[in-house]
Each structure stands twice: as C-alpha cells, then as structure tokens.
C-alpha cells in the first residue's frame, strides 16, 4: 500500500523524563497546548509565566527578568487609551484596571516562576516568529503591543545571528544556574498569516536554521513540532477553523509523538492512569444526590489514593 504522507524521524537524542520530574515551558501559544497535556497528566509543569511570547528576544527578556527576580514597578508599566495598565514584556492577561493589580500579579508570577525555573529539569521553548516590534519611545521589543496605534512601533524581522544570539543567551542562563537542564526548543506549527504567506515562511526559515545553529553545538534538542504538522499532518482537517492554529486532534498527535521517545514506560502508565482518573472527574452527573454519583465519588478517592502510594509511597 503506498504511503499517504511523510514520515518525520522523531529525535533519538533527548533525554528520557519521569513523572518526578518537573517542566518549564515559555515561548508561543503552542507551549500553551502542549504544557496543558502535561499540566492535566498531573506532572509538575509551569506555562509561559509571562503569558504567550511569540519571538525569541521576549522569550530571552523573560528569562532575563525571572532568573534576576525583577521586580516591577509603576514605571515599567503603560497606561493606554482605555484606562488599562498594561506592560510591554507582558500577555495582556496582566493587564488590569489599576497599577497595583497589575504589578501584584506580575511580580507575583516572576517570584513563583524564579524558584521553578532555578530547580526545573525540562525547559520547552517554543518560537512563533521572527519578526517584531520595536517601541519607538524606548528602542525595546516589545512582548505585545496591546492594540496601542501602529505608528509607536517600527515592525521589523530578526536576523539568523539576532536569533541565534539570543537563544545561546538563554543558554548560557540557565545552564549557569543549573548545567544538568535539558533544554528543547521547538518552532511553532501556528501560521502568522497576519504578516503574510510569504513573511511567515521567511520568519520561520530564520528561526529553524537559528535554532539548529544552537542545537548543533550541542547544548540544546530540537522536537519537531513544525515538522510534523506540516507533513504528516498537511491537511487543513488539522486546523481550527481560523485555519492557522492546530486542532486539538493535531495537538494530541503531536503530543503522543513527543511522549513516545520522551517519557519512560513507568510515567506513561502513570500519565494514563491519571487520564482514566480526568474522564471521571470530567464526569457530569444528571443528579448530583444520586447513588451512582456518590459511587463515582468514592471510586475518585480511591484511585487518587492509589496513584499517591503507587508512585510516591505515600
């Protein structure tokens, strides 16, 4: 029978993980997807502390500011048009109605992600594109720019040096905290059609070949993400219906790969046993008081309790 689509080689060179150990993802929505997974399998995992970052020099800023534990005040920040405080190194899910509540917030994820990234042994990092936005106030690119007008940032795309220089940054960071961290970099599957067909395929040759530059020094993997979205998965079903995200059925495709040559025999019954566990608790009974409710009550007890002295000794 002939084949149908291309086969991509999963890496055989990064390093197998157990549930006892604990994941740090940053970079684009993708991390968000995949981070998720592991979140719902019940394994030690923090997602993009910053909110989504999409190109590689907000990413290094991130990882800057959360292994120096900055802490932010009222000049980082920017008022906009709406009475909305808001800050250029952040997702707008920072944002809020008064200065305070945004630096709390803020500050507060900076010191949760300082201690979690210093101890973690995986880092995914997931580039989305190369092109940004320059503030023409300050000079720096920017995370976001928060709907604020076009005409206060200057749009431009980074170079393969300007890319791979940032990256070995983030390096030479974390490994100088913590040199047995296993780093993964993936290219995100999400097409930036906003910057055009053309502008997308060119933001994404720079970021692969940055990458690879990276990864053949050897301190860094590379899962490919991209790769298996756009070949063996080159079809539009795949998509949402924006028809540039991927569905949750490529995710979970994706994601099954990734599982397959990343995690060890043991963390893959522990991963699916609590997936047997998430179907319960995703359960919706008719009536909350019933019989058969209480039984699937007392069946979740005992299958968390299980999982603890199975795989903790607790």
């Known amino acids: 029978m002939a084949n149908l689509f291309t086969k991509v080689n999963l890496p055989s060179d990064i390093s197998v993980a157990n549930y006892k150990h604990s994941f740090f993802f940053i970079g684009s929505c993708f991390s968000n997807s995949i981070g998720n997974i592991f979140t719902n399998s019940k394994l030690q995992t923090l997602i993009n502390p910053f909110g989504v970052l999409f190109n590689p020099i907000s990413v290094l800023n991130a990882v800057e500011n959360i292994i120096s534990k900055k802490v932010y005040s009222e000049k980082d920040l920017f008022l906009n048009n709406e009475g909305v405080w808001i800050s250029f190194d952040h997702s707008s899910q920072f944002s809020a109605l008064t200065s305070n509540e945004a630096l709390s917030n803020i500050n507060k994820s900076v010191r949760n992600a300082h201690s979690f990234l210093l101890n973690t042994d995986y880092i995914f990092i997931t580039l989305g594109t190369a092109w940004v936005y320059e503030n023409n106030s300050t000079g720096g690119i920017v995370a976001n720019c928060h709907r604020f007008p076009q005409k206060k940032f200057n749009k431009r795309i980074l170079s393969v040096d300007e890319v791979y220089k940032s990256l070995a940054k983030i390096v030479e960071l974390v490994k100088r905290k913590k040199k047995s961290v296993e780093i993964v970099f993936t290219l995100s599957p999400v097409r930036h059609i906003k910057d055009g067909v053309i502008e997308n395929a060119r933001s994404k040759a720079i970021l692969l070949t940055a990458i690879h530059q990276l990864c053949d020094t050897g301190f860094a993997k590379y899962f490919p993400s991209f790769e298996i979205m756009t070949d063996e998965l080159r079809d539009y079903r795949y998509y949402k219906s924006d028809l540039l995200h ?42 909350s008081e019933s019989g058969a409710h209480k039984k699937t009550l007392l069946k979740i007890t005992q299958m968390e309790e299980e999982i603890t002295r199975k795989y903790f000794g607790k």
Do not use: G, Q, W
């Open 246 to 287: 991927p569905s949750d059925l490529a995710v979970d495709i994706i994601y099954e790969k990734l599982a397959s040559v990343f995690f060890d025999n043991h963390t893959k019954e522990y991963i699916y046993e609590h997936k047997k566990l998430n179907n319960l608790l995703n359960h919706r009974p008719v009536f």
